[in-house]
């Protein structure tokens, strides 16, 4: 679980479905990890680590998508809990170990609202 250490700022970036995306939009492209267990967003601090992501897991037809606004966060928020998620996962790698960088929604929407000093300049 990450700590409220851990700094983090807009922009951060999301892997984008563009099958779905390109259909419906934003935020309905965002990617969503869904096991037998639990759903969560995979959320990176730099888009390299993104597509890195994205690479090695062999996501065809998924590119990396840039959140930049507080606005688009909590549609992207409201997305995963409708789609019965509440964490994030914070750069996560492919093969990972689920609980190390993992943290409720309500962590990352605390460390990115407005006022905060991490607005996207």
Same mark, same amino acid.
């Given at each position: 679980m990450i700590d409220?250490?851990? #700094?983090?700022s807009l922009p951060i970036?999301? *892997?984008?479905?563009e099958s779905i995306g390109d259909v419906r939009g934003f935020p309905f492209g965002v990617y969503v990890l869904k096991s037998d267990d639990s759903? #969560?967003?995979p959320v990176f601090t730099d888009r390299d680590l993104a597509a890195t992501f994205v690479e090695?897991?062999?996501l065809h037809g998924h590119?990396?998508?840039k959140i930049s606004g507080w606005d688009k966060l909590i549609l992207v928020a409201g997305l995963l809990l409708l789609s019965g998620g509440d964490h *994030?996962? *914070?750069d996560p790698a492919p093969a990972y170990e689920r609980g190390r960088w993992t943290a409720p929604i309500e962590w990352l929407l605390g460390k990115l609202r407005p006022g905060t000093g991490t607005e996207d300049r």
């Amino acid at each position: 679980m990450i700590d409220n250490k851990f #700094e983090i700022s807009l922009p951060i970036w999301v *892997v984008w479905d563009e099958s779905i995306g390109d259909v419906r939009g934003f935020p309905f492209g965002v990617y969503v990890l869904k096991s037998d267990d639990s759903t #969560e967003l995979p959320v990176f601090t730099d888009r390299d680590l993104a597509a890195t992501f994205v690479e090695r897991l062999g996501l065809h037809g998924h590119s990396t998508g840039k959140i930049s606004g507080w606005d688009k966060l909590i549609l992207v928020a409201g997305l995963l809990l409708l789609s019965g998620g509440d964490h *994030v996962r *914070v750069d996560p790698a492919p093969a990972y170990e689920r609980g190390r960088w993992t943290a409720p929604i309500e962590w990352l929407l605390g460390k990115l609202r407005p006022g905060t000093g991490t607005e996207d300049r």
